[in-house]
C-alpha cells in the first residue's frame, strides 16, 4: 500500500520501518521539514516529503504528533488521497505535561480522537496511542502466537477499521475492537488498557474495566 506518516517522532519513525520492511510505500513528514528526514531516508527507502505531500496517492495516512499541534496541521492535508483513504491517530492528551488546556475535552465532554477527528475534518482510526514505540520493532508476532500482544483500535467508519486492523496484524499484533470514537476513551492514558502488553483476553477485559471519569492527574 501507499502510506503516508505525519510525524516522525519515537512511533512515526518506527512505524516507518516497519511499514517500509514490509514492502510498503512510504511518505514520511514531520514538521521541520524533509531535510531532517535524511538519516531516517537513507535508513528506511521511505521518502521523505512536506506535510501537504504526505497523503498524495495515499489509501493510509497516520497522523502521529503531540496534540497540541494537531489545529497546526495544514489544511487540505489529505487532499490527493486515494478513496476510502483511511486516517489513524495515534494521539494522546497530556495536558500537564505538554498540551495544555484544551477547553473541548476538558468541559466539552469530546475523546481527545473526536477532537482530533473535528481539526482534521476526516474519520479517524484510533490505535497504538498506548503501544511502547520499541514494541513495534522487538514485539511483532505472527498470528496465532500465545505471545502475540494485542492493541484495541476505535473508529466510526468501519471500512478504514477494517483495513487498519489488516494492516496492524500485518505488523505482528493483534486487534480489540473498542468500538466508535465517542467510545475511545477507554484506551486514553491512564485507563487499564494503556500502555497494557498483553493479548486479547487481558485487552478486551481492560477496556471493559474503563471508568470514563478522567483522573486528576491527567486533567488540566
Request: charged letters at 25%; zero cysteines; a negative charge.
Amino acid at each position: 500500500m501507499k502510506i503516508g506518516i505525519i510525524g516522525a517522532g519515537n512511533i512515526g519513525g518506527n512505524l516507518t520501518r516497519r511499514l517500509r520492511a514490509l514492502g510498503h510505500e512510504v511518505s514520511v513528514a514531520n514538521s521541520r521539514g524533509p531535510e531532517s528526514l535524511k538519516a531516517l531516508v537513507e535508513e528506511t527507502g521511505a521518502q521523505a516529503v512536506p506535510a501537504t505531500e504526505a497523503a498524495k496517492g495515499a489509501q493510509v495516512v497516520v497522523v502521529t504528533v503531540p496534540l497540541k499541534n494537531v489545529p497546526d496541521l495544514p489544511a487540505g492535508l489529505f487532499d490527493g488521497a486515494a478513496e476510502g483513504l483511511a486516517v489513524i491517530d495515534t494521539g494522546n492528551y497530556y495536558p500537564k505535561e505538554r498540551d495544555g488546556r484544551i477547553d473541548a475535552i476538558e468541559d466539552g465532554g469530546l475523546t481527545e480522537s473526536r477532537w482530533t477527528e473535528q481539526h482534521l475534518g476526516h474519520p479517524v482510526v484510533k490505535v497504538f496511542n498506548g503501544t511502547y514505540a520499541q514494541d513495534l520493532l522487538e514485539r511483532p508476532l505472527p498470528a496465532g502466537d500465545p505471545e502475540r500482544l494485542a492493541v484495541p483500535i476505535a473508529s466510526d467508519d468501519a471500512a478504514a477499521k477494517a483495513v487498519v486492523r489488516a494492516l496492524v496484524d500485518e505488523l505482528g499484533f493483534d486487534t480489540v475492537d473498542a468500538g466508535g470514537i465517542d467510545d475511545s476513551w477507554r484506551q486514553q492514558p491512564a485507563t487499564p488498557v494503556y500502555g497494557l502488553r498483553a493479548g486479547v483476553e487481558a485487552v478486551t477485559r481492560a477496556l471493559a474495566e474503563a471508568s470514563p471519569e478522567r483522573p486528576e492527574a491527567h486533567r488540566a
